[in-house]
């Protein structure tokens, strides 16, 4: 029994290490979009401290946003999952200087 156990103990040190394959992927230019086929568009969250009203009147615009006479794009929530052809999002920033007399 002593014999068996230290036979299996050598031949698990005795094993090749196991090594990952690799997958290396090179970086390329993003495709370019056509603005025409963007019409179903989803607004995620906008991060800053007025981020969300910006969101949401952003939301609010794009909706509103017309050709000939009909709604040119449909806004899609983000969470429906249901598929979009874009995403708006981003980051708000304000700053005030006070003017030079």
Do not use: H
């Not at 568009?41 to 009147?57: K, M, P, T, W």
């Not at 806004?75 to 429906?80: F, G, H, K, L, N």
């Amino acid at each position: 029994m002593l014999l068996r156990s230290l036979c299996a103990a050598a031949s698990l040190c005795l094993t090749a290490p196991a090594a990952a394959e690799t997958l290396t992927i090179t970086g390329s230019d993003p495709a370019t979009a056509n603005v025409n086929d963007l019409l179903r568009l989803s607004v995620e969250r906008f991060q800053g401290e007025d981020g969300a009203a910006l969101a949401q009147q952003l939301e609010v615009e794009l909706g509103n946003a017309q050709y000939d006479g009909r709604a040119y794009y449909r806004i899609v929530a983000p969470e429906s999952g249901a598929p979009t052809d874009g995403l708006v999002t981003g980051t708000t920033r304000a700053s005030v200087a006070p003017s030079s007399p």
